[in-house]
């Protein structure tokens, strides 16, 4: 099985800002996490072929989630390897879009080469919690 996930936001912010929100592991730490759950660690080395790890804490314990960035296209995609427990650590791929919509920026994250349905449906829910989370951390922050 090779399953496929999309989410998508429009979000009241530039495709500049919410791009390098993606790739600044300070960033990160605060809006790539679960809901009810402290915040990441994360780091990132930001350039093609530069591996990222966020390490996820909820009151289950800590996951891992690693990978390589693929594209670096700022502002408008980023694509890189995911890896973590929920995938078997096996790589799949996550491209994440930027596309500006008056004054704001609808952003999707595809999420490819999952390998079975669990980690479709733990994806889901993981993707839409995320991308909402990081949605009201950039409203909260305002847009320059």
Do not use: C
Not at 27 to 33: G, I, Q
Not at 124 to 143: K, V
Request: no cysteine.
């Amino acid at each position: 099985m090779t399953a496929v996930v999309t989410v998508s936001r429009r979000i009241a912010a530039s495709a500049e800002r919410l791009f390098d929100a993606w790739l600044d592991p300070k960033s990160l730490a605060v809006w790539m996490r679960r809901d009810g759950s402290a915040p990441s660690g994360a780091v990132a080395d930001r350039r093609v072929g530069g591996a990222f790890a966020i390490t996820m804490h909820d009151p289950n314990g800590s996951f891992v989630h690693a990978g390589n960035y693929t594209v670096i296209d700022r502002p408008h995609t980023l694509e890189f390897t995911w890896r973590s427990a929920a995938t078997h650590q096996t790589d799949s791929v996550v491209r994440v879009t930027f596309r500006p919509d008056g004054d704001a920026t609808v952003v999707e994250v595809r999420h490819e080469l999952l390998p079975d349905a669990e980690a479709v449906q733990r994806h889901t829910a993981g993707w839409t919690e995320i991308i909402d989370r990081f949605a009201r951390t950039l409203a909260e922050n305002g847009d320059a």
